[in-house]
């Protein structure tokens, strides 16, 4: 019979943290999964040690194929999935026991969003929580600043809010392990791929928050392991290029998602939109790379950039007024018709089963085309 999740666990060289990812799969209290295992031919003993652990374990698949990096050697357990909802393990991650019974009831209470979305715990390569990353999740976050008084309540984000806020360059979903996806989401917008590197998952991302509702889980979380081996280590989130990568991630996401974007939003990104977040994201770059300069030569390079630029303009006025950047977003969708982008909903608690979401009731915003 048909698993209801699919856990994919892809690989490469982190045997020393593959007894507590695997632990924790095996904790948790939802237990109709299957599991699958794509090691891309490790050199450190990992793919003996998965292919002894699942040896005799019926519910698990395991595999080796070619190494595609990170994020496209998550696609081939994907591919493969058979569950109704697919959670992405990552092999150097951990979760709590909860982690897929709070996602699986909020996704089950929720047929119209594709996405189950839970808070960030990162830790060190002890499994130690990392405060300052904690804490940078909870409060300077792409996710907390759109989130505001909600940050901490569930709710649903009626696309194509979370889209777009990646036009200001920053992912919503800062780990996979964060989201528990729709399977059949994947057959409409794709699957991962490595052509922007490590950090080619922002433009999935993107995909998904364009045409997919997604609802917020606050009373879990995933695991998010931050060590110096890691796929993102050696990323220049500041550099020029890295700047160059994300405008290229964007204007394909626009490009494959277009047609299922309502008129007015894919006419305003493309008329306008995509423009006015380029130069914002260009001028904030700027502003960092001119962190050592004095006051008065911040000072006099943003009175030059507010000249020439209404985004620059809008920027400025909005850190003076103590706005996130989000709010900028906010405002497009309202000029084209868009109701409420988040809509708070409600926890209640089922005798005997654990707990559910309970519906929103109507839709208040438009909906996005669901095939």
Known sequence: MRPRVSICVPNLNTRQFLPER???IGAQSFRDWELLVYDSYSSDGAWEYIRDRF??????RVWQGPRAGTPGS????IREAQGEYVYIATSD???PPDCLEKLVAALDAHPDCDIAHCPLQPI???G?????????WRNGSMFANSSGELMARPHIRRAPFDGLLHLLGGSVYVSITQLLVRRSLFDRIGYFESTWGSIGDFNWSMRAGLIANTVHVPDTWGGWRV???QATSGVNMESVEHAQRVDSMIDDAISRCGDYLDADVRRSLTSQWV??????RTLIREIGERRRLSLAQRRAYLVGRICKSSAAREYVVARLRGHSLAEWVRRRLNTIGFGPVLVPTAVIQSAGTGPHFATTGDTICREMPTN
């Open 22 to 24: 695997f632990d924790t």
């Open 55 to 60: 040896s005799h374990e019926s519910r698990a």
């Open 74 to 77: 998550w696609s081939p357990c």
């Open 93 to 95: 991650d951990t979760m």
């Open 124 to 126: 060190d390569e002890d």
């Open 128 to 136: 130690h929580r990392v405060d300052a990353m904690w804490d940078w």
């Open 227 to 229: 060590h110096k081996s």
């Open 275 to 280: 423009h006015e977040a380029q130069t914002m």
